[in-house]
């Protein structure tokens, strides 16, 4: 008996490999173009292309946060901004958000990249930042005033009944602006200098 559940166990674990092995690759091709995809539309939905990808570690309240920023060029090679990865803690788990910035440090779009947040409430943040939301966040720039919600003395109206995921999101994107920020001026291009303030 006990063979027969090695057996069983080797066999299962062999084919749960050989499925992984087969499915990494397009399941790496789809993460990519939808980030791809993401990036694009956080940027305005322009033709451009990623010149170049930072990997950013600061240390926030004495924790290691990673962020990645893609700085992007539009058609004619001049710089567009840069498209960062930030993740901040919501009410469920993790809150993760992609923000396109202009050379300005305006905020130009963002999009949800995971969230574990209650559907119906802290999920509505997808829709409530933007342009035409309650919230939008759409071209202000975190760099002159962080953003922060109405209860905390700030401007932005929180998403209703759900005040814990507007403060992550908010966190997000102004720590999002912080590591834009951080990027060293490219001395070719001047890229970052007209937001690092």
């Given at each position: ?178 590591a834009y920020k951080s990027l060293p001026v490219d001395a070719n291009t001047g890229a970052t200098s007209s937001h690092s303030k």
């Open positions: 008996m006990v063979v027969v559940l090695v057996g069983v166990a080797l066999i299962t674990g062999g084919i749960l490999a050989y499925v992984n092995d087969v499915t990494a690759g397009p399941i790496s091709v789809q993460a990519k173009k939808s980030l791809a995809d993401g990036i694009k539309a956080v940027m305005g939905g322009v033709d451009l292309t990623v010149s170049k990808e930072d990997t950013i570690r600061q240390n926030i309240s004495g924790k290691e946060v990673t962020f990645v920023v893609h700085e992007t060029l539009g058609s004619d090679g001049k710089p567009l901004g840069a498209a960062v990865e930030s993740t901040t803690g919501g009410f469920g788990g993790d809150l993760k958000v992609l923000v396109g910035f202009n050379n300005d440090g305006e905020i130009l779009g963002y999009t949800i990249l995971q969230h574990s947040e209650t559907p119906g409430l802290g999920a509505k943040a997808d829709k409530w930042f933007q342009k035409d939301g309650k919230g939008s966040v759409i071209g202000r720039n975190p760099g002159e005033a962080p953003l922060t919600v109405n209860k905390d003395g700030g401007d932005i109206d929180a998403i209703t009944a759900s005040t814990i995921t507007s403060r992550a999101f908010l966190l997000a994107v102004n720590q999002a602006y912080q």
